[in-house]
């Protein structure tokens, strides 16, 4: 059973203050009227896009701030964010560790 919300009536604000102060001990949802249905089209290089990184994870490394920060000099100079850098090195580094144990 779908419980339907009744929309709470938005009061008056003197100033932006009294508006913040509001919404620090309001529900925003309280406030607005049932969720409607939207189909939304996304553009195709957005959806391949969205495919390629889920077939990627996210995983914590710690290295010594000398090494990010000489990642990040070269990255500057290619002018690629350091992040891209350290990944195209991880797997080049894959692709000739799998080409010596063929």
């Known amino acids: 059973m779908k419980k ?4 709470k009536e938005l009061p008056s604000f ?6 913040a102060e509001f919404w620090d001990t309001h529900n925003s949802l309280d406030y607005i009227e049932d ?11 957005l959806v391949e896009q ?10 914590t490394l710690r290295l010594r701030v000398s090494q990010i920060e000489a990642a990040k000099e070269i990255a500057r100079r290619k002018d690629i964010p350091y992040q891209t850098l350290i990944r195209s090195w991880i797997a ?10 063929a």
């Open 50 to 59: 969205i495919r390629e990184r889920a077939k990627t994870k996210r995983v």
């Open 35 to 45: 969720d409607e249905q939207v189909d939304i089209e996304f553009a195709p290089e």
């Open 14 to 19: 003197k100033s932006e203050r009294e508006e």
């Open 92 to 101: 080049e580094a894959i692709r000739r560790e799998q080409g010596e144990k």
């Open 4 to 7: 339907l919300r009744v929309k």
